[in-house]
């Protein structure tokens, strides 16, 4: 079904356009345009759902010329898709990688065609782009490692077993995350408080291959007490086996990205917390510094990431991820990136009353 997607996206990107918003060609001027790449939309919904709209609204706000396209997960349609917005006149590429290395070809190119370039949310391994804006990643990890030692510990749990689902080995947001969430972990593994269970990286962050992953953990071991689940598809992935064994509810679970699924497990108590990122910030800034760019004009940044494999200081915008446990749901409802009416469905008026969603 995805490949049907990806094929037809490819097949769409000879016709894509950039959308004037109240900026047209003056002569022979240059005209600000700035192309984005999306990177799919089966392993999160917030690509769509929030990035999507955040960024064209501040696009369309600042009367910019703008292209933005979802690669869904195939890498040939992420380079066609750069490669005619480039020639379509972007003057700012925007991407979130499906891999550094296609990310990196993709950046190389825009830049020796004098295109400026920004990686969002993902930083682009040995790539060129000249700012990168996310969150603190490393935080985000350290959040869901923290949020499943509190339910475990609210639960009593002595020396359970901790299964973890790492995300995509070629995602290096996945590598961040895993670092925070195994350096709160890894000292209660050593000091025997939690016992280390099985552990698998999802390539692609893929929900059908987590589920099928996590069967094989809970067969080879079936007390497993808690399971660090590095964002909310696959922590639902999770969540749908346990319900298949009774166990949901049980097993504390993590997640991160506060979509409407994963609040509504919180709020059933079948996920222990999730990550909220506010997306609309991050689309912000990453806006900002994309029409500042292509106005020809350059924004300082006070933060920098180094890149690992180049050692290159990438000037970088890190914002600040929240822990959302059943409390806190409300919170992500004020902030507008859900709204009350898609998570208060009827099977979960009473949680959202109990729990003060309004």
Sequence with gaps: MRRGIATLTAAVVAAGTFTACGAEDAGDDPVPKIGVILPDSGTSDRWETADRRFLENAFKKAGIQFDIQNAQADKTAFQAIADQQITNGATVLMITNLDSGTGKAVLDKAKAQGVATIDYDRLTLGGSAEYYVSFDNNQVGKLQGEGLTKCLTNLKAQKPIVAELHG????????????????????????????????????????????????????????????????????????????????NGKVPVTGQDADVAALQNILAGDQCMTVYKAIKTEAAAAAELAISLAKGERKDVTGTVTDPQTQRKVPSVLLAPQAIFQQDVKTVVEDGFVTKDELCTDAYAAACKQFGVE
């Design 168 to 247: 995509s080995p070629t995602d290096n947001n996945a590598t961040l995350f895993k670092e925070g969430y195994e350096s709160v972990l890894n000292p209660l593994y050593t000091n025997g408080t939690y016992v280390k269970g099985p552990e698998a990286a999802v390539p692609d962050w893929d929900n059908a291959q987590a589920a099928t992953l996590f069967e094989q953990m809970l067969t080879q071991s079936p007390k497993i007490g808690g399971v660090l689940a590095a964002n909310d598809g696959l922590g639902n992935a999770v969540i749908n086996v346990l319900k298949k064994n009774k166990l």
